[in-house]
């Protein structure tokens, strides 16, 4: 049984950085694609940014291009996503996800099997 567990959430005041972390247990983590989804109060999940099983394919929303990366560090289990120039709108619960079932997950929650419990990220102006 594959388990996600995020961290490194928090509040942070706009301009700044944040680096969360997604640890995979269970299976081996370089047989699963990964991403990280975002859900903000009242709205509903969207994609931020996912990466292949090779990591040699990403990919970020149109919103985050530029400020957030995606990682993966095998070794650790661990998936990254590191946050840059802060914005109140990315205020929102990041949860990660994963699948062992394909190569690359890209933007769509159901194609991901797995995921974690969400960590809360709080961007203040």
């Known amino acids: 049984q594959v388990q996600l567990a995020e961290s490194g959430g928090g509040l942070v005041q706009a301009g700044g950085s944040l680096r969360l972390s997604c640890v995979l247990s269970g299976r081996t983590f370089g047989r699963h694609a990964m991403g990280w989804f975002r859900q903000a109060s009242g709205k509903e999940r969207e994609s931020v940014a996912a990466i292949s099983r090779s990591g040699g394919t990403t990919y970020y929303a149109d919103s985050v291009k530029g400020r957030f990366a995606i990682s993966s560090d095998n070794a650790k289990n661990t998936l990254y996503l590191q946050m840059n120039s802060l914005k109140p709108a990315d205020t929102a619960v990041y949860y990660c996800?994963?699948?062992?079932?394909?190569?690359?997950?890209?933007?769509?929650?159901?194609?991901?099997?797995?995921w974690g419990q969400g960590t809360q990220v709080t961007v203040s102006s």
């Open positions: 996800a994963a699948t062992s079932s394909r190569n690359y997950g890209g933007s769509s929650p159901g194609s991901y099997d797995y």
